[in-house]
Each structure stands twice: as C-alpha cells, then as structure tokens.
C-alpha cells in the first residue's frame, strides 16, 4: 500500500470516524488517542512517522495560538477580585500537591511539580471550544472560560520557571529570550502589517499562523513546549486588536477555527503512538484510578466550595461550573511527556496520568449528556457568552453588551 493511501486512510480515520462515535458520547480527542494507542500497539516504532508529527505539532500550535486570541483582557479585569482569589487557592493546592508528590512519591522537585500541574490544571482550549456543547447559562459560561483562561496563564508561567529552574544561568538566559520575543512580537505584526498586508489582501490569517508557529518554535527551544510561544503570539495579536483590527477579526479566527480542526486530530493520534506498551499495565490502571478517585473529586469540591462561598450560588450553578473544569486532557499529555522525556517518569505512573485525562474528559459527557470536543468550529452557532460580574455580596450583574462597539453597560439583575 502506498503511503499516499495511508495517510488519506489516515486522514479519514480521524476526522470522520471520531465524528461519528460522539453519538454515544465519546470526545473525539479520546478516540484519537486510542487509534493512535492501537496504531503503536500494531506498528511498534513504525508508527512514528515525521509527517504526523509535523501535523500534530501544528494541531497543538494552532490550538493554543487560538486560545491566546482567545483572551480578553477587560473580561478578566471586571472579574479580577474574584479570579484573584480563584487564582490563590490554585497556586496553594498546586504547592500542596507538588510537596506530596516530591516528599512521598520519590520524584525530583521539578518532575513533581509538573505532575501537579498536570493533575489540576484545566485544558483551556478543549474547555474553551465545548462550551457551547454543555448547556450552561451565560453566567456560568463566563466564570468557566475566565478561571480556565487565568488558570492557564498560571500555568504557563509555573512551567516556564519549573522547566528553567534547574539551571539558574540557562534561566536567565532563556527569560531574556522570552522578553525579547515578547517585545518582538507585537513589532513583527506591525511590520507585517504595514508592509505586507496591505500589498497582499487576505494574507492576515497566513501572517498570524507564521508568526505563531515561529514563537512555538522559539519557546520550544528554549525548553518550555511549543504551547507557551504560540500561546504568546495569540495573546499579543489579540492585544493588538485597535491597532492591526483585522489581525483578529472574525474572518480570521474563522479561518484559525478551520485551521486548527483540521491539525488537532494528529496531535492525540500522534500522542497515542509515543505511549509505551509498559504504560498499559493493571499496575497503571489501578495507579490511574487511585489518582482519579482521589484527586478528581477534591477538585470539584475546591471549586464548589470556592463558588459556594465567594459567591453564594446555589449548590447546582456551583457544581455545573466546577464539573465544566474539570477536563485536564491536553495538559496532561503534554506535560506527562515532557516528564517521561526529561525526568525518566516510569511507565506506570504515565499510564496513570493518561487514564486520568481520559476520564476527566469523560466526565463531563456522561454528567451533562453531551460530548465535549476539541473543534473550535463549534463555536460559531453559540450564542456569544453575556459577560456576568459577580459584585461583593453575591449579586450578579448582567451586562447588555453591544457586540458591534464592544460597549458595555451593567444592570443589577431583577
């Protein structure tokens, strides 16, 4: 069979079976991973292919550049007091569950805090591109995407700095890089802005792409995955969006939604091939349940506890918002490889972090019904999230928003 063949067989495995199973409430992105699963299981070291590779890699860039457009920047600031506190108590159980991990389970301080941060930090994108799947009201959609997005650029950040802190000078060295890649950024779009652009019509969406796959490659250089520069890039792109409006306009994160629904598949596939046969042991499915039974549960309940509290929700709205967060798929991939890679993690205990993921993800399909996805074209037939701002002693605040002008106005809600 030529490999033509393959890869269009390949093509259509993952774009069209996958599609099909999620009338049983199957998320697509775990079913990727299983045929990847299946495909190493088969092929041994053949299924690593460098051109699925590639794809994978522009699946987990675009994915990311994507989420960093994303970001809105005045919606965090209205809900800043709240996601601050949100924000404090992610780092105290992130340092909570690093400590056990370093004291209790033998592994290197930087390998345990990873293991932290990929048990309890939530998959923005996978979060962010099912939302309109799951049913919530406008207020509990807003508070889900702003904790997973503030969520995540904690995350980010303990990364870069777990990732460098074995080599103090490396450190120094690599967080220069990244200053200068970030003053960098936003003059590489002007300059692409004001003399390529204009003189070719439609090349804004090839521009941002590039430009996002060249911070990818940079941070992934400098030892931090290729996630946190084409993170960078969307974020900076987005801030940028008075300046440079049709950087990140609809059409292209129209176009960047197609891009990356193509790309993603090939990224689960593709991490599916790199698991180690020794990873699917009894050992490892029993690890992987332990730590979902343990783990899992207290996070909804830190969650609902927090909006219970901070809030005064009812006990409903607060456990819909903490079931929402709770997939960790992308995360968890991303950073269990990085520790098999550089911290020689045994297999078990990757085996265990994946049937983690996989049942994060799946908790959501089975509570709410609905099978969450991976495909940011998703989004287009919701309805745009209401911004909701919950004002000191509980009340919510409903804004009409103009979504022409950007404009908003808040009401008490009657």
Request: hydrophobic share 55%; proline share 6%.
């Amino acid at each position: 069979m030529s490999k033509e063949l393959i890869y269009l067989l390949l093509i259509f495995a993952l774009l069209v079976i996958p599609r099909a199973l999620q009338r049983f409430n199957l998320p697509a992105p775990l079913t990727c991973l299983v045929f990847g699963i299946g495909a190493m299981l088969w092929l041994g070291d053949g299924s690593h292919d460098p051109v699925v590779s590639l794809l994978a890699t522009l699946g987990i860039s675009s994915l990311f550049l994507f989420a960093g457009l994303e970001v809105d920047v005045a919606d965090l600031r209205k809900g800043m007091w709240p996601l601050l506190a949100h924000l404090l108590i992610r780092s105290g159980t992130l340092a909570g569950v690093a400590w056990l991990a370093w004291h209790y389970a033998g592994l290197p301080w930087q390998a345990a805090a990873l293991l932290a941060l990929a048990l309890l930090t939530p998959s923005t994108g996978f979060i962010m591109d099912s939302l309109s799947q799951l049913g919530l009201d406008d207020a509990e959609r807003f508070w889900v995407s702003s904790k997973a997005i503030a969520g995540e650029l904690l995350a980010l950040a303990a990364l870069f700095v777990v990732l460098q802190a074995g080599d103090p000078v490396h450190m120094a060295l690599s967080s220069m890089a990244l200053l200068a890649m970030m003053v960098g950024l936003p003059l590489l779009f002007v300059a692409l802005g004001r003399w390529v652009a204009p003189h070719a019509p439609g090349s804004e969406f090839s521009l941002l792409v590039m430009v996002g796959m060249l911070a990818a490659y940079i941070t992934y250089g400098l030892g931090v995955y290729y996630l946190v520069g084409a993170f960078i890039a969307g974020l900076v792109a987005r801030l940028l969006q008075q300046r440079m409006p049709t950087l990140a306009s609809h059409e292209n994160l129209h176009a960047l939604r197609l891009f990356a629904s193509f790309f993603v598949p090939f990224y689960f596939f593709n991490a599916g091939t790199k698991v180690p046969a020794e990873a699917l042991s009894f050992e490892a499915l029993g690890l992987g349940l332990v730590i979902t039974l343990v783990v899992l549960p207290l996070r909804i309940a830190v969650i609902w506890l927090q909006r219970r509290v901070l809030f005064g929700e009812s006990f409903r709205t607060s456990l819909r918002v903490a079931l929402a967060l709770s997939p960790t798929l992308i995360f968890t991939l991303v950073l269990a490889a990085i520790m098999r890679e550089r911290f020689a993690i045994s297999p078990v205990l990757f085996g265990a972090l994946l049937l983690y993921a996989a049942l994060t993800t799946l908790l959501p399909s089975l509570v709410f019904r609905r099978p969450m996805d991976v495909d940011p074209l998703s989004k287009e037939d919701a309805q745009p999230i209401d911004e909701q701002v919950v004002r000191e002693g509980g009340d919510a605040a409903a804004p009409a928003t103009d979504a022409s002008s950007g404009s908003d106005s808040y009401e008490p809600q009657r």
